[in-house]
């Protein structure tokens, strides 16, 4: 496969994807570092994504789709075959430069952001994803900063605003008042500016940024959509995802 990747008159894997998971074989899976290393030494750009869900999501869907676990047999419970799937697929998991935790996201969303994720062009630096959430809802754990605004004014309590989100005029203009909620904002915005930089340059593709409140519609999402809109115009790349808004 590689030799056919590096044939130049060979247009036929341009852009290729590989899928792996638990069922391939498993001197497949044991061959992935050398894979890698034949890829790295023929100076082929690539990258490996893995997908992962927690395992109370993985439980559920199986259990709503009454589908039968590859790895689960007579003698091999569900629950120990996801335990089986973890551990097979570790070493793949252990070389990803980007890992997409699914528990909260559905085939339609995933698309969504995958698409999103690896849109940017790698050539281009690194690619900043700002995240809204509600810690109500259990707080990302594929992220590497999360900042917790459960301790600001919260929109939700005035009537007239409940039904808003943070993306809405109303709501916008209530935090914007607020001066606890700009002090957050400033010292969270100067900890990234500082720190931002240093991951740039280690030579990072992807940073993610999660911001949590309660119920993940208004505080949250009003304050990444202030730290995008900052950090974009710092000429950086920066991707923002709601994941409570539907």
């Not at 341009?14 to 790295?40: C, M, W, Y």
């Amino acid at each position: 496969f590689v030799t056919l990747l590096t044939d130049s008159t060979n247009t036929l894997f341009h852009k290729t994807a590989v899928g792996i998971d638990a069922r391939s074989d498993p001197s497949s899976l044991n061959n992935v570092t050398a894979f890698i290393e034949q890829l790295k030494n023929h100076r082929i750009d690539y990258e490996v994504i893995f997908l992962r869900a927690s395992k109370d999501s993985l439980l559920k869907r199986f259990s709503e789709t009454r589908r039968k676990h590859p790895l689960s047999n007579k003698d091999t419970s569900l629950d120990e075959a996801i335990d089986l799937e973890i551990d097979k697929l570790s070493l793949i998991a252990s070389h990803a430069s980007l890992q997409i935790d699914t528990s909260h996201s559905n085939v339609h969303e995933l698309r969504d952001i995958i698409r999103q994720r690896v849109s940017f062009n790698r050539g281009q630096g690194l690619s900043l994803q700002i995240m809204s959430f509600g810690y109500k809802h259990g707080a990302p754990n594929d992220v590497d900063f999360v900042f917790d605004a459960r301790c600001l004014p919260n929109p939700y309590w005035e009537p007239n605003l409940r039904s808003y989100s943070g993306l809405d005029t109303p709501v916008v203009d209530f935090l914007d008042d607020k001066e606890l909620i700009q002090e957050y904002l400033k010292d969270t915005l100067q900890f990234l500016t500082r720190w931002i930089p240093e991951f740039i340059n280690t030579n990072r593709n992807y940073l993610s940024i999660a911001i949590g409140c309660t119920g993940g519609q208004h505080r949250s999402v009003y304050l990444a959509e202030k730290l995008a809109h900052h950090l974009t115009s710092q000429q950086l790349n920066v991707m923002t995802r709601h994941r409570e808004l539907r």
